[in-house]
């Protein structure tokens, strides 16, 4: 029903920048929160930061002031700047929409396949 795709994943070397994007298409009728976590080889997948259909922007305390959300609501997509990456940002990324595919329905979770991302030392 929905379907979301990154892209913009890759390898950078400490201190340089990359750009994630992420589409969602299929049956949408209305996104709320966008966002992206990440999840590093033996951790849990953690929040990086969402941001709300009003524009209101959340960050994890470890990427604050190196990396920005911003999203498209004509478009269906979310992006993410990564600026100033360090090592320990080496994840895989994931795309996260809560999406409601009936306007009499709650929204729910659906996600991205992933991308990753790696900075070395």
């Known amino acids: 029903q929905v379907q979301l795709v990154e892209s913009g994943g890759g390898l950078v070397q400490a201190g340089g920048s990359l750009r994630l994007s992420c589409v969602a298409s299929g049956t949408i009728r209305r996104i709320d929160a966008m966002g992206w976590y990440r999840q590093a080889p033996g951790k849990q997948r953690e929040l990086v930061a969402d941001i709300s259909s009003g524009g209101s922007t959340n960050y994890a305390d470890s990427v604050n002031g190196r990396f920005t959300i911003s999203r498209d609501n004509a478009k269906n997509t979310v992006d993410l700047q990564m600026n100033s990456l360090k090592p320990e940002d080496t994840a895989v990324y994931y795309c996260?929409?809560?999406?409601?595919?009936?306007?009499?329905?709650?929204?729910?979770?659906?996600w991205g396949q992933g991308t990753q991302v790696t900075a070395s030392s």
């Open positions: 996260n929409a809560k999406v409601a595919t009936n306007p009499l329905f709650q929204s729910r979770n659906y």
